[in-house]
Protein backbone atom coordinates (compact mmCIF):
# COMPACT_ATOMS: atom_id res chain seq x y z
CA UNK A 1 0.00 0.00 0.00
CA UNK A 2 1.12 3.24 -0.91
CA UNK A 3 1.09 5.99 1.79
CA UNK A 4 2.58 9.53 2.23
CA UNK A 5 1.59 11.67 4.77
CA UNK A 6 1.55 15.17 4.44
CA UNK A 7 2.05 17.74 7.45
CA UNK A 8 2.73 21.32 8.47
CA UNK A 9 -0.24 23.12 6.89
CA UNK A 10 -1.68 26.14 9.06
CA UNK A 11 -3.33 29.53 8.96
CA UNK A 12 -0.83 32.09 8.42
CA UNK A 13 -1.18 35.74 7.20
CA UNK A 14 -0.17 37.27 3.90
CA UNK A 15 3.53 37.58 3.42
CA UNK A 16 4.41 34.77 5.83
CA UNK A 17 5.89 31.40 5.52
CA UNK A 18 5.26 27.93 6.06
CA UNK A 19 6.97 24.21 5.11
CA UNK A 20 5.14 21.48 4.12
CA UNK A 21 6.81 17.91 4.83
CA UNK A 22 5.54 14.74 2.78
CA UNK A 23 6.72 11.43 4.47
CA UNK A 24 6.45 8.27 2.43
CA UNK A 25 5.92 5.42 5.00
CA UNK A 26 5.77 2.49 2.89
CA UNK A 27 7.90 2.60 0.01
CA UNK A 28 12.01 4.47 -0.06
CA UNK A 29 11.54 7.91 -1.69
CA UNK A 30 15.04 8.44 -2.72
CA UNK A 31 14.32 6.63 -6.19
CA UNK A 32 11.32 8.83 -7.37
CA UNK A 33 10.06 12.23 -8.57
CA UNK A 34 7.71 13.61 -5.55
CA UNK A 35 4.83 16.45 -6.88
CA UNK A 36 3.12 18.64 -4.75
CA UNK A 37 0.24 19.99 -5.99
CA UNK A 38 -3.16 21.67 -4.57
CA UNK A 39 -7.11 22.27 -4.86
CA UNK A 40 -8.74 25.53 -3.41
CA UNK A 41 -12.49 25.15 -2.59
CA UNK A 42 -14.36 25.58 -6.16
CA UNK A 43 -10.93 24.97 -8.48
CA UNK A 44 -9.50 22.75 -10.61
CA UNK A 45 -6.23 21.01 -9.10
CA UNK A 46 -3.09 22.91 -9.90
CA UNK A 47 0.19 21.04 -10.00
CA UNK A 48 2.94 23.52 -7.73
CA UNK A 49 6.18 21.93 -7.77
CA UNK A 50 7.89 18.58 -8.39
CA UNK A 51 11.53 17.43 -7.24
CA UNK A 52 12.66 14.57 -10.02
CA UNK A 53 15.43 11.90 -8.99
CA UNK A 54 17.54 11.92 -11.05
CA UNK A 55 20.45 15.15 -10.64
CA UNK A 56 17.19 16.41 -8.74
CA UNK A 57 15.91 19.22 -11.11
CA UNK A 58 12.60 21.14 -9.51
CA UNK A 59 10.11 22.37 -11.87
CA UNK A 60 7.63 25.08 -10.05
CA UNK A 61 4.09 26.65 -11.80
CA UNK A 62 4.64 30.27 -12.48
CA UNK A 63 2.21 31.41 -10.09
CA UNK A 64 5.09 30.03 -6.81
CA UNK A 65 7.96 30.62 -8.59
CA UNK A 66 10.58 32.72 -6.77
CA UNK A 67 8.16 31.94 -3.86
CA UNK A 68 8.43 28.44 -3.18
CA UNK A 69 10.95 25.74 -2.50
CA UNK A 70 10.95 21.74 -2.76
CA UNK A 71 13.56 19.97 -1.81
CA UNK A 72 14.16 16.29 -0.37
CA UNK A 73 15.75 14.58 2.82
CA UNK A 74 16.22 10.57 1.26
CA UNK A 75 17.68 10.53 4.70
CA UNK A 76 14.35 10.86 6.24
CA UNK A 77 12.43 9.57 3.39
CA UNK A 78 11.00 12.98 3.19
CA UNK A 79 10.15 15.63 0.37
CA UNK A 80 9.32 19.60 1.15
CA UNK A 81 7.35 22.77 0.15
CA UNK A 82 8.89 25.35 1.70
CA UNK A 83 6.67 28.32 1.19
CA UNK A 84 7.13 32.43 1.04
CA UNK A 85 5.92 35.49 0.60
CA UNK A 86 2.02 33.88 0.86
CA UNK A 87 -0.55 35.27 -0.32
CA UNK A 88 -4.35 34.33 0.08
CA UNK A 89 -4.39 32.92 -3.73
CA UNK A 90 -2.57 30.07 -2.09
CA UNK A 91 -5.13 29.25 0.31
CA UNK A 92 -5.67 25.53 -0.79
CA UNK A 93 -6.07 21.56 0.37
CA UNK A 94 -1.59 20.41 -0.37
CA UNK A 95 -0.76 16.92 -1.60
CA UNK A 96 2.18 15.45 -2.57
CA UNK A 97 2.27 12.66 -4.67
CA UNK A 98 4.30 10.18 -6.81
CA UNK A 99 4.20 7.98 -9.84
CA UNK A 100 6.96 5.99 -9.24
CA UNK A 101 9.00 7.50 -12.29
CA UNK A 102 12.11 9.28 -11.77
CA UNK A 103 11.19 11.83 -13.68
CA UNK A 104 8.53 14.64 -13.11
CA UNK A 105 5.36 14.47 -15.06
CA UNK A 106 4.41 17.73 -17.26
CA UNK A 107 2.20 18.21 -14.09
CA UNK A 108 2.47 17.51 -10.76
CA UNK A 109 -1.40 17.07 -10.69
CA UNK A 110 -1.00 13.98 -12.82
CA UNK A 111 0.53 12.10 -10.18
CA UNK A 112 -1.71 8.94 -9.16
CA UNK A 113 -0.67 8.36 -5.59
CA UNK A 114 -0.82 11.15 -2.93
CA UNK A 115 -1.70 11.48 0.71
CA UNK A 116 -4.57 12.90 2.00
CA UNK A 117 -3.41 16.39 2.19
CA UNK A 118 -2.84 19.00 4.40
CA UNK A 119 -4.44 23.00 4.72
CA UNK A 120 -2.79 26.11 4.15
CA UNK A 121 -4.93 29.07 5.12
CA UNK A 122 -3.39 32.47 4.16
CA UNK A 123 -5.30 35.35 5.74
CA UNK A 124 -5.76 38.60 7.43
Known amino acids: QVQLVESGGDEVQPGGSLTLACRAT????????IGWFRQAAGKEREGVAC????????YYADSVKGRFIVSRDNAKNTAFLQMNNLEPEDTALYYCATDFGERCPESASDMRYRGKGTRVTVSS
Open 51 to 58: ISNLFQPT
Open 26 to 33: TFTLDYYA
